[in-house]
């Protein structure tokens, strides 16, 4: 059994913070856990446009705190977002968060992120595997 709680896993190398300081990502469960996903707390801050594209990973996510705008950028379609809301990339699509107050979310990622990923320019988390 793994018990962990956010305070332990704050600001060690599970708490990362984007290059531009728009978003903090809380690593709860990582691929060396071993359990078949990985599991974060995210926090993006208010008045940011965010795009990602996990390539390589399927996402589901739940956001319990804030609120904004989804946009798929492969479709064009939007998506207001509020606390309860929930999306799941399961094609892989790029996206667009623009965020009109702070939100905080809960996601999985399948197959699990290691910590060690880093969004490239097109804003992919590389798939790396463990030994």
């Not at 978003?23 to 709860?28: L, P, V």
């Not at 990973?57 to 609120?67: M, S």
């Not at 809301?85 to 699990?112: A, G």
Request: net charge negative.
């Amino acid at each position: 059994m793994i018990v962990r709680t956010t305070q332990e896993i704050t600001d060690t190398d599970r708490d990362v913070t984007a290059e531009n300081g728009n978003w903090r990502s809380k690593r709860i469960v990582l691929a060396d856990d071993r359990v078949g996903f990985s599991f974060h707390e995210t926090t993006i801050k208010a008045g940011t446009i965010n795009e990602f594209h996990y390539a390589n990973h399927v996402e589901a996510v739940w956001l319990v705190e804030g609120r904004g705008k989804l946009t798929d950028l492969e479709t064009g379609e939007v998506y207001d977002l509020a606390a309860g809301s929930m999306y799941l990339l399961n094609k892989y699509e790029k996206h667009r968060l623009e965020v009109d107050e702070q939100m905080r979310m809960l996601c999985v990622f399948n197959p699990p992120v290691t910590g060690r990923e880093v969004h490239d320019e097109n804003g992919v988390y590389p798939l790396i595997e463990l030994d």
